[in-house]
């Protein structure tokens, strides 16, 4: 049986201070015994930090220059397959005093005894000490990683993992080298292992003593960026869908007797193109997908017919039979029920056709 304490603890630091040698020592006395940390391109001024835990038997791997938290952690996932490959995963934790040493030896724990979840160590964001930005900013991006992604937890952005062995050497090649790799790591979790949530003490310092290298806007702007092409992709084929059903209406209403039949028609001949837009660019650009496309075009068609009945009924139904019929009422009324479908069908098309294999 693995002794917990061989599990190797990567600290990825940039520039620290005190209290990374406070954190290394109580780790120390707390009989971990492999202790990785990356020194992420500091300036000659913080060098006596990592001579020192290098003295004292940490292993200590150098950046030349800044390569962000991502590059970091992959530079440390890298030694621990080569030089501890028997080690049932690998704990992540912070330089700057947020994990306490405790929780540390608890994920330590938790990693022999589940070695093919990830753990995420969870704060209270309730708490009064935490910072309001870090409260409502991790609010924010659960519900987005919730609604977008399929991806339920409750501290996207915490710094204490346990990673499984398995999982890090696909996280090798998962993209992101600053910030966004903590969030692009959930993202991968997704049908390919369960993610395993643990409670830990919540510690902030004072904000005239915190001294943090995540930029707010900046990082953020790269976390969020990771959504962008599941936006770009269901707009992009809405704006396609409404201008060929504008075109569409203008040219073919006069010749149907029926308003009804007209919208029918329009709205099956724009979906048509969109969709077979849509459908290429999810499979390939949005998720990845690891269905063949024999099945996942017979999903997405009875997806495509029964969003453009349902597209079709409703704007009928709100447009003729509720409003009258009223000239060029089509196009308003259509907007505001595509958008609703958006939201179903994204749902839909994320859990049931690209869903990807194990």
């Known amino acids: 049986m693995f002794d917990y304490l061989d599990v190797p603890v990567i600290i990825p630091s940039l520039e620290p ?5 406070t954190l290394l020592g109580e780790m120390r006395q707390a009989g971990i015994r492999r202790i990785l940390l990356v020194d992420d391109g500091s300036s000659q001024s913080y060098r006596h930090y990592f001579d020192e835990a290098e003295e004292q038997g940490c292993t ?14 992959k530079t440390a996932f890298n030694h621990c397959l080569n030089v501890w ?96 790799f903590e969030s692009n790591m ?23 003593n915190h001294t943090s290298h995540f930029h707010p806007l900046r990082d953020s702007a790269r976390i969020y960026a990771i959504f962008g092409k599941f936006l770009f992709s269901s707009l ?3 704006v396609l869908d409404l201008a060929l059903f504008t075109l569409l209406i203008w ?3 006069p010749l149907f007797a029926d308003p009804k039949m007209a919208i029918f ?23 990845h997908s690891q269905a063949g496309h024999r099945q996942a075009v017979v999903r997405y068609f009875i997806l495509a017919v029964i969003q453009m009945l ?20 089509e196009l308003p009324v259509k907007i505001v029920v595509d958008m609703v479908l958006f939201f179903i069908s994204f749902q839909i098309q994320r859990e049931f056709v690209y869903k990807k294999k194990a």
Do not use: W
């Open 17 to 21: 201070d005190d209290r990374l040698p």
């Open 60 to 73: 200590v791997l150098r950046h030349a220059v800044n390569l962000g938290k991502g590059r970091a952690l």
């Open 85 to 180: 490959p028997d080690a049932p995963g690998a704990i992540t934790a912070d330089s700057d005093g947020q994990h306490s040493v405790p929780d540390i030896l608890r994920f330590m724990q938790e990693m022999c005894a589940h070695p093919d979840s990830l753990l995420l160590g969870c704060r209270d964001f309730d708490d009064a000490g935490v910072p309001f930005k870090s409260r409502y900013g991790n609010k924010i991006t659960c519900f987005m990683f919730r609604s977008l992604c399929g991806v339920s937890v409750s501290d996207t952005q915490t710094g204490l993992r346990g990673v499984p062995t398995t999982f890090m050497r696909r996280l090798m090649n998962v993209a992101g080298e600053r910030f966004e």
């Open 186 to 208: 959930l993202i991968e979790t997704k049908d390919r292992l369960p993610i395993r949530e643990l409670p830990i003490q919540t510690i902030y310092d004072s904000k005239e």
């Open 236 to 238: 992009s084929s809405s």
């Open 251 to 253: 040219l073919l209403k």
């Open 265 to 287: 028609a329009c709205t099956a001949l724009a979906r048509v193109c969109s969709a077979t837009y849509n459908y290429y660019l999810n499979h390939r650009v949005v998720f």
């Open 310 to 329: 349902a597209s079709a009924g409703l704007v009928s139904l709100i447009t003729v039979t509720l409003l009258g019929n009223p000239v060029g009422a």
